[in-house]
């Protein structure tokens, strides 16, 4: 079993690079061809500040090329909107600035092999890594995505467990009813809700509005630290975790009921075994194979698109957030960056699902499993 285990996870560890890749190289090609990019952005605001702009970001010799640019109309032939009226050098000097003067597989290839020694680049607008923007905004997505998925789980299991045990009669219907508004009703409608009531919206102000900590959390010793920590997170966790329980709890009943429905179950009963050991000794086993494989896809579903949308209501700047203003700002180094991140992590936790399975169920034989 360890031997059969030893290659599956060599195997796709192998087919991470062709996939990553290919999520590179589709990344890559649609950003050559989305307009607005960082030169075109420069470009418009110099057309509209004229050479004090320019100083800001090229400085002062560039500065003076522009300015003496601006006053000619010597821009023909140039491939950005908005050039007339520069100097042509000083295009080829703002290409050479964002690195867009070299050919496009070149500036792929070079990006490919920077990632892989983790080697992400600089934002263009931030004047600072991206690996050390992912890794500053990192702990607040942790946060939330960690907190809210264990949660999830936490509430959904027993719940599912529950509603299959009982299903048909009161309990599973009322839950079902409060299910249904769960999953009828986005994050951030209940994060705005949330805000109404608890952060003083309109009703009571129980909860902070912004921010994971207080202003004076360098003044606080860590018992407090901690309290202040759960007491910023409450609202945007307690949002994620009321919309995302229900697909999760229906899951784990459905998966339950058509395990309890099955002849090894039956046996098990005929042989005088108490209920709970029948459940819990037999059918969790089986049944949580499904549940455990939603994991890695619940928490990166959280961990960005999911927490997007509550990180700006609630003022947390996280990995989404930055995600988010980065495409807007067309800040391609840390687009491709958080991009190339996010896919490593999605396929890693694919991986992790996958030995997982096994620690929950033995009988699984990956020797016999193809990558």
């Known amino acids: 079993m360890i031997s059969g285990m030893a290659h599956y996870i060599l195997r796709r560890l192998l087919l991470m690079i062709p996939t990553l890749l290919g999520i590179l190289l589709v990344s890559f090609a649609v950003v050559q061809f989305v307009p607005g990019g960082p030169v ?32 000619q109309a010597t821009g023909e032939g140039s491939q950005y909107r908005g050039s007339q009226g520069l100097d042509p050098e000083f295009i080829k000097e703002l290409e050479k600035m964002y690195g867009f003067d070299r ?13 892989m020694r983790f080697d992400l680049g600089e934002s263009y ?48 219907v009322w839950t079902s009813a409060a299910i249904f508004i769960g999953y ?7 994060a705005i809700l949330l805000i109404i009531l608890f952060a003083g919206g309109r009703y009571w102000d129980l ?22 920590y759960l007491w910023h997170m409450t609202l945007p966790i307690v949002a994620l975790v009321i919309s995302g329980f229900a697909g999760l ?17 039956l ?4 042989k005088g075994l108490s209920e709970r050991r029948v459940l819990y000794g037999h059918v969790f086993r089986n049944a949580m194979l499904i549940v455990i494989a939603g994991f890695p896809a619940a928490f990166l579903s959280i961990f960005f698109t999911g927490s997007l949308l509550i990180e700006v209501i609630f003022s947390l700047d996280g990995i989404g957030l930055l ?13 491709l960056g958080t991009l190339y991140i996010f896919s490593l992590m999605g396929l890693l936790m694919t991986l992790i699902r996958d030995v997982t399975y096994v620690l929950v169920d033995p009988r699984i034989d990956f020797a016999g499993r193809g990558g």
């Open 323 to 335: 995600g988010y203003e980065s495409i807007m700002n067309r800040d391609y180094p840390v687009v």
């Open 207 to 228: 909860f902070p509005l912004r921010g994971i900590l207080s202003d004076d959390w360098r003044e606080m010793p860590w018992h407090q630290l901690i309290l202040d």
């Open 184 to 190: 009828a009703i986005p994050s951030f409608m209940f």
């Open 249 to 265: 709890t229906m899951l784990t009943k459905n998966s339950f009921l058509e395990e309890i429905n099955k002849q090894y179950v």
């Open 267 to 270: 046996t098990a009963r005929a």
């Open 125 to 172: 607008y931030r004047d600072v890594s991206v690996a050390g923007l992912v890794i500053e905004k990192m702990p607040v997505s942790i946060s939330l995505g960690l907190w809210s998925t264990l949660l999830v789980y936490l509430v959904s299991i027993p719940l599912g467990i529950r509603k299959a045990v009982r299903d048909g009669e009161a309990f599973d």
């Open 40 to 71: 075109e952005r420069m470009i418009a605001q110099m057309q509209g500040h004229g050479a004090d702009a320019t100083s800001r970001f090229t400085g002062g010799a560039n500065a003076d090329m522009a300015a003496g640019g601006i006053a």
């Open 103 to 115: 050919p496009a597989p070149e500036r792929f290839i070079r990006m490919v092999w920077n990632y």
